[in-house]
């Protein structure tokens, strides 16, 4: 999937950007299930891709999966919880394309 031309400004824009383990594994997912062939080349590179672009990895405590585990959200998928309490955590709008994280009113999902 390719970021929007809006999301692609606020990442170049932003003093810092985190991403979370999740997204790793949902990218990993993806390439290995043979969703996101263009992606396998790189899939090994990416935490130092990341890095060299001045990004960080946050960090997946146990306070946050807590929060992920009994979030008063009725989605169930646990990636998606996960990365709702990640961006709670971290006080920080959520990049996605997918609106279901519209439904939590506590997140503000840009895209």
Do not use: Y
């Not at 992606?39 to 807590?66: D, Y």
């Amino acid at each position: 999937m390719r970021l929007s031309t809006k999301a692609t400004a606020l990442i170049t824009e932003a003093d810092s950007v985190f991403v979370s383990p999740i997204s790793f594994f949902e990218i990993g997912q993806k390439v290995r299930i043979g969703k996101w062939p263009e992606m396998e080349p790189f899939i090994n590179e990416l935490p130092s891709l990341l890095a060299e672009q001045g990004g960080r990895v946050a960090a997946l405590v146990p306070e946050v999966c807590l929060k992920g585990a009994t979030l008063a959200w009725e989605h169930r998928d646990p990636f998606d919880r996960l990365l709702a309490a990640t961006t709670l955590a971290l006080g920080i709008p959520l990049i996605s394309a997918d609106e279901i994280f519209d439904t939590l009113p506590e997140i503000s999902r840009l895209w």
